[in-house]
């Protein structure tokens, strides 16, 4: 009798529980490979941007190839998706094929490329990165972020490509260097900072603001007593002086403060400003460290 007793509410739990175990099995099979990679064909994109996100959580190598073949899905939603876990699985079999999508017509979709190349992080996408540059206005700075992921292995040629004709180029290997930093940068920006064009010399300030060495002070310095035209009182295009004395603000050392003094006298109201700005930020700092 009591043996009855204990088994009927047992089996009255198990019959309750049975259809979500059932659940749990059928979604559990749902989200296996095989079942993803079938989903990838499936006549909804929704479905296929689904099963694509849920393939990015398995991390699974067999993924890759089938979702190679899904960059040419003729949604571009779902093609862009796929770019994205091609990245996040991180496979090198996913290189050439987002290499070649950096000559496609679709700009969403060579931007996702560009990003996906710079997660990857794979140092053989730096030439046709550095390449695609040139006329690739639309997805410079996807490409210029990329070249900062990768790093280290940009800088070869990204200095080459300062002195490229395209007037599109330099300005963006200078902001590239600038992001990625370090000794190696230094020079090749100081040198480019002294003898390239104004909008050149205006990304290549900034990038050695950003890099923040003092190394920079003296080219930076030199920089703001250049004598550009235009009428006085106005703004003039391509003032790399103000990006000078900007760059010289965020470095932050007492050193650049003649020539900064020497700038904010000068009868132009953005580097008047910007040169004011700079000496009020480097005294700061000289009082915090002295608090110090």
């Avoid at 067999?62 to 699985?89: C, F, M, N, S, Y």
């Avoid at 010289?248 to 650049?256: C, F, N, S, T």
């Amino acid at each position: 009798m009591h043996s009855r007793a204990f088994f009927a509410p047992v089996l009255f739990v198990g019959f309750l529980c049975l259809p979500l175990l059932l659940i749990t099995a059928e979604t559990r099979g749902e989200d296996d490979l095989g079942s993803l990679l079938a989903l990838l064909k499936h006549r909804d994109p929704a479905t296929r941007l689904s099963a694509i996100r849920k393939l990015v959580a398995l991390k699974d190598p067999g993924a890759v190839e089938p979702l190679i073949k899904t960059l040419t899905d003729q949604t571009p939603a779902v093609r862009e998706e796929a770019v994205h876990a091609l990245a996040q699985i991180g496979d090198g079999r996913a290189l050439a094929p987002l290499v070649a999508i950096l000559k496609h017509k679709n700009i969403p979709f060579r931007n996702a490329a560009a990003e996906s190349l710079g997660i990857l992080g794979d140092k053989r996408a730096v030439d046709p990165l550095v390449a695609a540059l040139v006329g690739g206005e639309a997805v410079r700075n996807s490409i210029v972020g990329a070249l900062i992921a990768i790093g280290e292995p940009s800088i070869p040629a990204l200095v080459k490509a300062l002195s490229s004709n395209d007037p599109e180029v330099p300005p963006a290997a200078a902001t590239a260097l600038g992001g990625i930093g370090g000794d190696q940068v230094i020079e090749p920006l100081v040198n480019t900072l002294k003898k390239a064009d104004r909008r050149t010399k205006c990304a290549t300030a900034k990038a050695l603001g950003v890099v923040g060495s003092k190394k920079a002070i003296p080219a930076l310095s030199e920089a703001l007593k250049a004598k550009i035209p235009g009428a006085p009182g106005r703004p003039i295009r391509f003032d790399y002086r103000v990006d000078a004395a900007r760059a010289l603000g965020k470095i932050g050392d007492k050193v650049a403060l003649p020539a900064l003094k020497a700038a904010a006298k000068i009868r132009n109201g953005p580097l008047s400003m910007a040169a004011k700005q700079a000496i009020d930020e480097i005294n700061r700092r000289a009082l915090e460290e002295d608090a110090e």
